[in-house]
């Protein structure tokens, strides 16, 4: 089936950069848009930033001038690259992979990642 697997979060200082990236693995036709949100503690999950198969990006009021979403679709991979870090960005972020069609499956499907957590701390 299929997965996603995000990577590269971490620990990082207030005004920091971190790049975000989540692969999707499996027998993959096509990925329709491509996400990401977050968790805070304590709050519940909240969009942040998408894309759209043709490139096209979109962001949540929180991220904008702040964030870059990107994505290689040869590599059904997805990215954020992450700038002027807040520590009210900390959270578990979360990757989705909408309208993904699959080998052997008649309907596509959306999927998640595990997430990875952002810290933003001195």
């Known amino acids: 089936q299929v997965q996603l697997v995000e990577s590269g979060g971490g620990l990082v200082q207030p005004g920091g950069s971190l790049r975000l990236s989540c692969a999707a693995s499996g027998s993959i036709f096509s990925i329709g848009a491509m996400g990401w949100y977050r968790q805070a503690p304590g709050k519940q999950r909240e969009w942040v930033a998408i894309?759209?198969?043709?490139?096209?990006?979109d962001y949540a009021d929180s991220g904008k001038g702040r964030f870059t979403i990107s994505r290689d679709n040869a590599k059904n991979t997805v990215y954020l690259q992450m700038s002027r870090l807040k520590p009210e960005d900390t959270a578990v972020y979360y990757c989705?992979?909408?309208?993904?069609?699959?080998?052997?499956?008649?309907?596509?499907?959306?999927?998640w990642g595990q997430g990875t957590w952002v810290t933003v701390s001195s």
């Open positions: 989705n992979a909408d309208q993904v069609r699959v080998s052997g499956a008649a309907e596509p499907d959306d999927y």
């Open positions: 894309i759209t198969s043709g490139g096209s990006p």
